[in-house]
């Protein structure tokens, strides 16, 4: 199974694939070039605009993941804010609340007991709504990790789809065009 770490690798670009980037780039520049001129395309000029129309894809998919990503991380930073903020406000009810056992302990040790026990009730209480808030802001986060991972799979098995689709039409053709040249020769042969 392929950890939440390891897609978010496979967004970041390696200087190689920027090198074999801007290679393709490069030569889809050239074969543009060739077609303004009118000459005629070779088989490796096909297979160079097509990498180039692939690339560009990749180049837009990685693309609107990195968005994905550094939204989905401004939503963390600010969970991680307001849990931060609850934290704080604890604290604070806490120093407030050890303010006043210790003022009632001065009152008398009887009334000390009942307000202590009823300070433990309290702290539960709020304890309990924290952890609760602190959970359901975790299984929300989870669930939109889930989410954005699963739609790049799909965007990945969409590809792959598509270079299939591509690749397999792509050998049909040069099957076509190699038994039309065969044939050709085989007729100039005969003619000959």
């Known amino acids: 199974m392929t950890t939440r770490t390891s897609y978010l690798n496979m967004l970041y670009v390696s200087p ?29 000029d096909i297979l160079v605009l097509y990498l180039g129309s692939i690339s560009a894809e990749l180049r837009t998919m990685r693309a609107e993941a990195a968005e994905r990503e550094k939204a989905l991380r401004e939503e963390i930073a600010q969970l991680r804010g307001e849990v931060s903020q609850l934290r704080g406000e604890v604290v604070q009810l806490r120093s407030d609340v ?47 990790f889930d989410a954005l991972y699963a739609e790049i799979n799909r965007r990945f098995d969409e590809v792959n789809r598509r270079l299939d ?28």
């Open 165 to 192: 689709t591509i690749v397999t039409e792509f050998g049909r053709r040069f099957d076509e065009l190699y038994r039309l040249l065969i044939t050709a020769l085989t007729q100039k042969r005969q003619e000959s």
């Open 16 to 44: 190689m694939d920027a090198a074999a980037s801007i290679a393709i780039e490069t030569a889809v520049k050239h074969v543009v070039e060739k077609i303004k001129r009118g000459k005629r395309l070779t088989t490796e």
């Open 98 to 144: 050890y303010t006043k056992i210790d003022e009632f302990r001065k009152e008398t040790d009887a009334k000390f007991d009942n307000v202590y026990a009823e300070m433990n009730r309290r702290f539960d209480a709020t304890d309990a709504k924290i952890d609760a808030k602190i959970d359901e802001l975790r299984k929300e986060m989870y669930a939109k």
